[in-house]
């Protein structure tokens, strides 16, 4: 059964930096890519990033430099690290995948996890 459990996220000071983890079971992580998004209130979905099994991609000019994905295929994991964070990346954050090494019309996804960017 696929299945992606997220960690991490919270409460943050603007500038601040978190990590998010995504918890990859039932498939081999290695050769397939997860993609991360979020979603602000009142606002739709957006891509933020997606992590191919050999490639990396930022759909988002406004974190670029401060957002970074790493991926741990043994233990079957993807974090997403947020450095200098803002008030306006204040959202939930969703990590998705569809079992194909592209990040496009993901079906599976993690139960998201709040990320608050405040003083």
């Known amino acids: 059964q696929v299945q992606l459990v997220q960690s991490g996220g919270g409460l943050v000071q603007p500038g601040g930096s978190l990590r998010l983890s995504c918890s990859a079971s039932?498939?081999?992580?290695?050769?397939?890519?997860i993609g991360w998004f979020r979603q602000a209130p009142g606002k739709e979905r957006e891509r933020v990033l997606c992590?191919?099994?050999?490639?990396?991609?930022t759909y988002t000019d406004s974190m670029k430099g401060r957002f970074t994905i790493s991926r741990d295929n043994v233990k079957n994991m993807v974090h997403l690290r947020m450095n200098s964070l803002k008030p306006e990346d204040t959202a939930m954050y969703y990590c998705?995948?569809?079992?194909?090494?592209?990040?496009?019309?993901?079906?599976?996804w993690g139960q998201g996890t709040q990320v608050t960017v405040s003083s």
């Open positions: 992590s191919g099994p050999y490639y990396t991609s």
């Open positions: 039932g498939f081999t992580l290695g050769h397939h890519a």
């Open positions: 998705a995948t569809s079992l194909r090494a592209q990040c496009s019309d993901e079906t599976y």
